[in-house]
T-cell receptor
Framework: GENVEQHPSTLSVQEGDSAVIKCTYS??????FPWYKQELGKRPQLIID???NVGEKKDQRIAVTLNKTAKHFSLHITETQPEDSAVYFC???????????WGAGTKLIIKP | KAGVTQTPRYLIKTRGQQVTLSCSPI?????VSWYQQTPGQGLQFLFE???????NKGNFPGRFSGRQFSNSRSEMNVSTLELGDSALYLC???????????FGPGTRLTVL
């Protein structure tokens, strides 16, 4: 079945620097890739998503890129701020059953 | 619209007991998914219900079960509780497919 690997498990960056989290998926039929952010003690929330007919999508300081050939997609956060500290989860799904397959999560730490 | 609600928010049980958790989705949402989250762990998928039918199921033992009512509210039941069942249980609702999920605040279950 589908498998999603997420790296790194922990990422520590200086405030103001950029952060990149990468996910790889195994099922080439996957065509929807969302990213969720879970702050400490809170519920996961969708922050950005991308479909396979698009190579890149941006929303202010965050962007997601998709490489269908290599079967990986990445979350990019620029000009990181303290409020970006959280656990980020990637996921993948396909049209046949829409079920989200989740990555293991990345804990992002923003150092002041 | 009101968000996803879960009751109770906190629960303490002892080994061998059973527990029922409840999830009320966003009005109009027909898909409800359940997840188990333990400290430092990701989102472990339990099952997904759509129109009162279990549509997808994760790799959990039969002690974990669920159901969905005609108003889309969902319950999950864990029988013969084990210490390892201590976790945050999250439910998430979606309009139809479980691709864009809105999470509830979770129920924190402690098994003593």
């Amino acid at each position: 079945g589908e498998n999603v690997e997420q790296h790194p498990s922990t990422l520590s960056v200086q405030e103001g620097d950029s952060a990149v989290i990468k996910c790889t998926y195994s099922d080439s039929a996957s065509n929807y890739f969302p990213w969720y952010k879970q702050e400490l003690g809170k519920r996961p929330q969708l922050i950005i998503d991308i479909r396979s007919n698009v190579g890149e999508k941006k929303d202010q300081r965050i962007a997601v890129t998709l490489n269908k050939t290599a079967k990986h997609f990445s979350l990019h956060i620029t000009e990181t701020q303290p409020e970006d500290s959280a656990v980020y989860f990637c996921a993948a799904s396909k049209d046949s059953n829409y079920q989200l397959i989740w990555g293991a999560g990345t804990k992002l730490i923003i150092k002041p | 619209k009101a968000g996803v609600t879960q009751t109770p928010r906190y629960l303490i049980k002892t080994r061998g007991q059973q527990v029922t958790l409840s999830c009320s989705p966003i009005s109009g949402h027909r898909s409800v998914s359940w997840y188990q989250q333990t400290p430092g762990q990701g989102l472990q998928f339990l099952f997904e219900y759509f129109s009162e039918t279990q549509r997808n199921k994760g790799n959990f033992p039969g002690r974990f079960s669920g159901r969905q009512f005609s108003n889309s509210r969902s319950e999950m039941n864990v029988s013969t509780l084990e210490l390892g069942d201590s976790a945050l249980y999250l439910c998430a609702s979606s309009l139809a497919s479980p691709r864009t999920q809105y999470f509830g605040p979770g129920t924190r279950l402690t098994v003593l």
